[in-house]
């Protein structure tokens, strides 16, 4: 199987990490968010930008995590760099009967660092998840995706309506 359009398969088709080894450090940026719908029975319990239950601060506690996991993507998704990053961001903001969760990943580094984004707000949700079915099994991680990326061979920004 012989497939030139994947950078993570080799000429003879077998899995394959892809060598930045001579690309160029350049500051490389990322932006991804979920949509997490808590419904109105949790969103009700919301007082202040923040939930509380009996398992703790929940958007601290999502944000923490989702550090965390932009901070182990390589040791979660197969072929991924290894990365230090530089910085790493996440904010929770409730909107109607849902959250917006948004994180932003930041290093100078030879490959991007979107998958480091997409994970962070991935395990943020997850936790919100986590901590919040004692109170609804009813909630839905509606969306997961890139935003932006800057650095590297070319940038990249949603158009949103």
Known sequence: MKNTKLTHVDPAGNPSMVNVSEKTVTKRTAKARAVVRL???IMNQISADE?????????QTAIIAGIMGAKKT??????CHPLGLEDCQITIEP??????????ATL???????????T????AALTVYDMCKAM?????????RLLEKTGGKKDFRIQEK
Request: charged share 25%; no cysteine.
């Open 39 to 41: 419904g109105r029975e």
């Open 51 to 59: 939930l509380t239950t009996k398992k703790g601060p929940v958007f």
């Open 74 to 79: 390589s040791e979660l998704i197969p072929l």
């Open 95 to 104: 909107q109607d009967e849902q959250i917006i969760i948004t994180s932003t």
């Open 108 to 118: 100078s580094a030879k490959t991007g660092v979107e998958m480091e984004a997409l």
């Open 120 to 123: 962070a707000v991935s395990v």
């Open 136 to 144: 609804s099994h009813d909630i839905v991680i509606k969306e997961i």
